[in-house]
């Protein structure tokens, strides 16, 4: 059986839905699916054994250079890419209007949420099998029931498997290190910088070597700060995903604030401790084995406000503590 899955971004949402391609691997022998995505996030698909083709789209430069897209052809192309392989099944797991209108270049039947269960309402329309999926759960979870109602299979007991190789991404690992998983997006999902630095010197104190990525030069300069003066305590170089995640499954453990590479060393089943101001963990928060969400409690939190600081509450003492006893329970 071969399967177009539609899910295009962002990084924590891809990553949600590789539990769902373990589910129905195992459930349907054989079965192997196709994925659209968006190109910055071509790498992880790959990953997953049951993808065969990974077919990277680019919507978010596409909207703006319509023009320069239609006349250098590569919106041609895309969709003839469409049209080459004959599939049983198109899933839109994105339940957008974007990921909808991208099936109707597919000859095939198309699957998705019901108007009551997309997010935007609107998708259902493009779809010829409309699934019911309740919204007051993780958005993993809420995955793993549409394939399975789409595919025709029992939903599997227990906790999802993402079917990624830790051990083979990772690699050869000479010391054991923590990372630090400092850059977001939203200015209010930053924890302070002074946070991050008295964790730095305390988990340094304690003996651990310290890693940390970044994406950007204010991400860089940041990173150097916190490390700065710090015995083992490193800036790593720039990174592309793969890369990115090499080192994160390499890391004995993680702390990371609200950002899609938290996603990552979830699935990665790297122990982590996420730290969530503005937004809540509840529907998409980092989901899997070994996964320590702290929340702050000050003015704002949860309140979903992209500007308003509300890390008050939320102290490197508590996040030393939680590290400390995941990192002693990991090694029992």
Same mark, same amino acid.
């Given at each position: 059986?071969?399967?177009?899955?539609? /899910?295009?971004?962002?990084?924590? *949402?891809?990553?949600?839905?590789?539990?769902?391609?373990?589910?129905?691997?195992?459930?349907?022998?054989?079965?192997?699916?196709?994925?659209?995505?968006?190109?910055?996030?071509?790498?992880?698909?790959?990953?997953?054994?049951?993808?065969?083709?990974?077919?990277?789209?680019?919507?978010?430069?596409?909207? /703006?250079? @319509?023009?320069?897209?239609?006349?250098?052809?590569?919106?041609?192309?895309?969709?003839?890419?469409?049209?080459?392989?004959?599939?049983?099944?198109?899933? *839109?797991?994105?339940?957008?209007?974007?990921?909808?209108?991208?099936?109707?270049?597919?000859?095939?039947?198309?699957?998705?949420?019901?108007?009551?269960?997309?997010?935007?309402?609107?998708?259902?329309?493009?779809?010829?099998?409309?699934?019911?999926?309740?919204?007051?759960?993780?958005? @993993?979870?809420?995955?793993?029931?549409?394939?399975?109602?789409?595919?025709?299979?029992?939903?599997?007991?227990?906790?999802?498997?993402?079917?990624?190789?830790?051990?083979?991404?990772?690699?050869?690992?000479?010391?054991?290190?923590?990372?630090?998983?400092?850059?977001?997006?939203?200015?209010? /999902?930053?924890?302070?910088?002074?946070?991050?630095?008295?964790?730095?010197?305390?988990?340094?104190?304690?003996?651990?070597?310290?890693?940390?990525?970044?994406?950007?030069?204010?991400?860089?300069?940041?990173?150097?700060?916190?490390?700065?003066?710090?015995?083992?305590?490193?800036?790593?170089?720039?990174?592309?995903?793969?890369?990115?995640? /090499?080192?994160?499954?390499?890391?004995?453990?993680?702390?990371?604030? *609200?950002?899609?590479?938290?996603?990552?060393?979830?699935?990665?089943?790297?122990?982590?401790?996420?730290?969530?101001?503005?937004?809540?963990?509840?529907?998409?928060?980092?989901?899997?084995?070994?996964?320590?969400?702290?929340?702050?409690?000050?003015?704002?939190?949860?309140?979903? *406000?992209?500007?308003?600081?509300?890390?008050?509450?939320?102290?490197?003492?508590?996040?030393?503590?939680?590290?400390?006893?995941? @990192?002693?329970?990991?090694?029992?």
């Amino acid at each position: 059986m071969r399967v177009l899955l539609i /899910k295009t971004s962002s990084l924590g *949402d891809v990553v949600h839905t590789l539990a769902a391609l373990t589910d129905a691997a195992r459930a349907i022998p054989g079965i192997q699916f196709d994925w659209v995505v968006e190109e910055g996030f071509a790498e992880i698909p790959a990953w997953h054994p049951a993808v065969a083709q990974v077919i990277p789209v680019a919507i978010r430069r596409w909207r /703006k250079h @319509l023009w320069q897209t239609f006349k250098n052809g590569e919106w041609k192309r895309f969709k003839q890419r469409l049209g080459e392989t004959r599939y049983d099944l198109v899933i *839109d797991a994105q339940g957008l209007l974007k990921s909808a209108w991208l099936t109707r270049f597919v000859a095939a039947p198309v699957a998705g949420l019901d108007s009551d269960s997309a997010r935007e309402p609107i998708a259902s329309r493009f779809y010829d099998r409309r699934y019911a999926v309740p919204r007051e759960q993780h958005a @993993l979870e809420r995955t793993r029931q549409l394939f399975a109602q789409a595919l025709g299979y029992a939903l599997p007991a227990g906790i999802g498997d993402y079917g990624l190789n830790r051990a083979r991404m990772a690699g050869a690992v000479e010391q054991p290190y923590l990372l630090f998983l400092h850059g977001t997006t939203w200015p209010s /999902k930053h924890w302070p910088e002074a946070c991050w630095r008295e964790l730095a010197e305390r988990m340094s104190e304690l003996g651990w070597a310290l890693r940390l990525p970044w994406g950007n030069e204010v991400e860089k300069a940041r990173a150097e700060r916190i490390v700065a003066g710090l015995d083992n305590a490193a800036l790593l170089p720039r990174l592309n995903l793969a890369g990115v995640a /090499k080192v994160i499954a390499g890391a004995r453990a993680c702390v990371a604030v *609200d950002t899609g590479l938290g996603h990552l060393a979830a699935a990665l089943d790297v122990p982590t401790i996420s730290l969530y101001g503005p937004t809540l963990p509840g529907r998409v928060g980092a989901y899997g084995r070994s996964q320590v969400h702290l929340c702050a409690t000050g003015p704002g939190a949860g309140a979903g *406000d992209r500007h308003q600081p509300c890390f008050e509450t939320l102290l490197p003492q508590q996040v030393v503590s939680e590290l400390q006893a995941l @990192l002693a329970e990991k090694a029992v």
